[in-house]
């Protein structure tokens, strides 16, 4: 028969507050992480990328930290704006191809 | 500069019937990934191609699924027999040459309904 999905965990802030979307990734062997952002009706785009030599990286209004010990990954926005409002997706690369974690959706409330 | 191109954009088909989705990677990229999405689910690996390899299939169901990445043209996902389980949204994307490390650049994928 057909596997039931899960629906995806969300997180709703208000406008104006900082978010925090957290993912767990599976290898320990994986290099390089990526965090992408899915709006409805679109295909996922590239946000941030972090290594694993490095535990933190900032982009504008975003930051991603990463924690190899307990293979942890997450991603910070800042002042949350409506157009916020999406699925983010945890990423992780190792071998030869990018493995994408289960998604958060981010409900931003005005 | 485009990006990725994936057409059609919605695709109906009956059971039974054959859908194939091309995917047009951007100008310079020799790497396509193909992935599933399901409703308020996560993006599935299908299989990654260059022209003319296939590298890594893992994710492809052993029947009725086949990609192909000619040395001319996009790349083409092709499901044979359609059923109503294929009902998905598939996404393609393509990275640069070179060890596929980096940033993946997506399409806006093609929405297969089965009827």
């Known amino acids: 028969g057909e596997s039931v999905g899960l629906h995806l965990p969300t997180l709703s802030v208000q406008e104006g507050d900082n978010s925090i979307i957290n993912c767990a990734y599976s290898?320990?062997?994986?290099?390089?992480f990526i965090w992408y952002k899915q709006e409805s009706g679109k295909g996922p785009q590239f946000i941030i990328d972090?290594?694993?030599?490095?535990d933190k990286r900032q982009g504008q209004r975003v930051t991603v930290l990463l924690n190899k010990t307990v293979k942890h990954l997450s991603l910070q926005i800042a002042a949350t704006q409506p157009g916020d409002s999406a699925v983010y997706f945890c990423?992780?690369?190792?071998?030869?191809?990018?493995?994408f974690g289960a998604g958060t959706r981010l409900t931003v409330k005005p | 500069n485009a990006g990725v191109m994936q057409n059609p954009r919605h695709l109906v088909r009956r059971r039974g019937q054959e859908a194939r989705l091309r995917c047009s990677p951007m100008?310079?990229?020799?790497?396509v990934y193909w992935y599933r999405q399901l409703p308020e689910e996560g993006l599935k690996f299908m299989v990654y191609?260059?022209?003319?390899?296939?590298?890594?299939e893992s994710g492809m169901p052993k029947e009725r699924f086949s990609a192909e990445f000619p040395k001319e043209g996009p790349s083409i996902l092709r499901i044979q027999q359609v059923v109503r389980g294929d009902s998905a949204a598939y996404f393609c994307?393509?990275?640069?040459?070179?060890?596929?490390?980096?940033?993946?650049?997506f399409g806006s994928g093609t929405q297969l309904s089965v009827l």
């Open positions: 972090i290594r694993s030599n490095m």
């Open positions: 994307a393509s990275s640069p040459p070179g060890r596929p490390e980096g940033k993946l650049f």
């Open positions: 290898n320990s062997a994986s290099d390089y």
């Open positions: 990423a992780e690369n190792s071998a030869n191809d990018m493995r």
């Open positions: 100008k310079g990229h020799s790497h």
């Open positions: 191609l260059q022209k003319e390899n296939i590298i890594d």
